[in-house]
Structures are given as C-alpha cells and as structure tokens.
C-alpha cells in the first residue's frame, strides 16, 4: 500500500511542479495543492520532504526528497492482514482472490462517479436498480478492457 500512495504522490508532485514551470504561480496556491495531496495519500506522506519556496519574483519553486529512513519505520510499523470467513473449504490464497475480486467490484461502483465524473442517482424503483447496476457493470467491462490494452501497448496498468 506504501508503495501505491508512494507512486500516487511522485505523480502529484511532478504534475505540480509541471505547473509551476508552465506558469508563474504564488507559493500559498502551490503549498495547498501539495497539503491536498498529502491528505489524499496520509500513508506515505511522511517519506517526502516538500518545500514550496519562492522565488526572486515571488513565484513559487517546488523542491521535494524522499526520506528513506522512513521506508524502515514503515515497514516495522506495517501489520499484517487479516481475513476472517466462514467459509472452511478455500484456501488461503483463494479466499483473497476472493476478497481482491470484492474490492474490484466495489472499485467498478466508483469508475463512474470518480473517472468518469457521473454522479449518482438515487433510485426508488427496482428497473432503475437494475439499469444502474448494469451501466456499472458496462463500465467496469470497458474499464478492464481499457486497462488491457494500455498493458498490451506498454502504456503501465491503469487507463488513468
């Protein structure tokens, strides 16, 4: 999990000090877009060093270093993960392909509303229920379908 918030804050980082190169902004803006970032990814914010500083001309210049002894903290720090089932027949590898699948599922609900920026409808009827499932599963289809080809053309794992 370090490593994916890890990832998710390198991208950040350079995104923003993309911007600041493209085009003169105040440090202020600048450090809240980081902070934003930071609380989107608290796991492995503490590995990065930040500094927003300004300029001769008062615009804002982004610095950033990885703490590496943080990576042995982290790692004494992590915890095991725990599945409890009901379910006696599965082995231990099966039951998290299991629970992988469910987090999938839960991430296809989300496609919509975080990517692709539909917002939901709250539905009364079961028609409605159905057709809304539906269009999440569709979603989720062209999503993974999506994902295989950026994988096919060495493009990384996500259609983000």
């Known amino acids: 999990m370090h490593e994916r918030f890890e990832k998710q804050i390198e991208e950040g980082l350079a995104k923003i000090h993309a911007s600041c190169q493209k085009k003169k902004q105040k440090p202020v803006p600048v450090a809240t877009r980081v902070g934003r970032l930071f609380g989107r990814n608290t796991r492995a914010a503490a590995l990065f060093d930040v500094q927003v500083e300004a300029d001769a001309g008062g615009f804002a210049r982004l610095r950033w270093s990885k ?3 943080w990576r042995e903290w982290a790692r004494l720090g992590e915890g095991c993960y725990v599945l409890r089932s009901n379910v006696t027949e599965w082995s231990p590898e099966d039951l998290w392909r299991a629970y992988i699948q469910l987090t999938e599922a839960e991430t296809a609900f989300r496609i919509p509303k975080s990517d692709l920026a539909i917002r939901p409808v709250w539905h009364q009827k079961e ?3 159905q057709a809304h499932i539906l269009v999440c ?10 994902a295989a080809n950026c994988r096919q053309a060495g493009l990384g794992d996500e259609p983000r």
């Open 67 to 69: 703490l590496e002894a």
């Open 127 to 129: 028609h409605r229920v």
């Open 137 to 146: 599963f569709l979603t989720y289809v062209l999503w993974k379908t999506l």
